[in-house]
């Protein structure tokens, strides 16, 4: 059984990575919010009373930006929220309500997931809680007012959270097909993989970016056994902010590495073995799954007697 996908959402300078922190227990995210400094796991597992569940950390969200690192961010964010059960919003009381805050609710409205409303740096309820109830305006509900640095309201919005998490857990029971995840960089030929097993074009094979926004799964019948493949496409590379495409590609791996018993991690012979693919791999790893390496575009490099050897050395050094 999977765990439930609870998603941080917000705009910068809100306090997202630090309740991030506080919620995994560790630093994992990297607090600052100079774009493309967090190279660490957005992603940890979370245990609240009885439930687990998988936190998404995303960047800060300016819904009307065009700069491409701010885009990215918010496309990034708008794959949290699709894959997300539960959507955590937080917002700053210190700041006030803003109109970007009024344009990220109404994201999130459309997303029609669960959304909890978190205003974030109430170090004293008795000064600031006059000025939380203006985020009743944003019309998500009522806010849970915490401040994550001070670690203070911290159980009632986590309760709030749970709340939220489906019940109805028996399809995923009986459905005992064997779950296989592929998983890898963007446009290291996943879906092409999946379409060659399947024999057709089933999965949209473009570098449009947001061709393959959710995960999609495929059964496919080999020796009378039905299996299922969980396709994870990633973006096209639109510009050169690795870290921003990196948590693309993390955030589709998480989701769907929790929901499969084996995962196949496809590598670029073309680019070698990077050190995202063992990211990838870490993650597969952390969550005891089973893990096949296929090295894609092998006909696409020059290869010797001894090439297959040598990338397996290199893969090893991860």
Avoid at 57 to 65: K, L, Q
Avoid at 175 to 186: E, L, S, T, Y
Avoid at 206 to 218: E, L, P, Q, V
């Amino acid at each position: 059984m999977s765990k439930p996908i609870v998603a941080i959402v917000g705009r910068p300078n809100v306090g997202k990575s630090t309740l991030f922190n506080v919620l995994a227990g560790s630093k994992i995210s990297i607090v600052k919010d100079t774009p493309g400094v967090t190279r660490d796991r957005i992603y940890a597992d979370v245990n609240w009373l009885d439930y687990n569940f998988t936190m998404i950390d995303t960047g800060g969200i300016e819904p009307e930006s065009d700069d491409i690192i701010i885009k990215s961010m918010r496309n990034q964010a708008q794959i949290a929220m699709d894959t997300a059960d539960v959507i955590m919003f937080i917002v700053d009381v210190r700041q006030g309500l803003v109109d970007a805050d009024h344009k990220v609710a109404d994201m999130l409205r459309r997303s029609k997931k669960p959304v909890v409303l978190v205003v974030n740096k109430v170090d004293s309820f008795e000064k600031y809680m006059p000025d939380v109830y203006e985020f009743y305006n944003l019309g998500l509900g009522d806010p849970f007012a915490i401040s994550a640095a001070s670690q203070l309201g911290l159980g009632d919005m986590l309760d709030e959270v749970v709340s939220h998490f489906p019940n109805d857990t028996k399809s995923d029971e009986e459905d005992d097909r064997p779950k296989i995840a592929i998983v890898g960089k963007p446009n290291v030929g996943k879906s092409s993989i999946i379409n060659k097993l399947l024999g057709e074009e089933r999965v949209i094979v473009s570098d449009i970016a947001g061709t393959t926004r959710d995960a999609i799964d495929t059964a496919i019948v080999r020796n009378d056994r039905e299996y299922v493949f969980i396709d994870t496409a990633g973006l096209r590379r639109k510009s050169k902010i690795k870290e921003d495409i990196e948590r693309f590609s993390i955030i589709r791996t998480v989701t769907a590495v929790e929901r499969a018993d084996v995962c196949v991690l496809v590598i670029d012979a073309t680019e070698g073995v990077t050190e995202q693919d063992a990211k990838i791999a870490g993650i597969a790893h952390d969550r005891g799954k089973g893990m096949i390496i296929a090295v894609n575009k092998w006909d696409a490099i020059e290869k010797d007697d001894k090439s297959v050897y040598k990338f397996e050395e290199e893969f090893c050094r991860f």
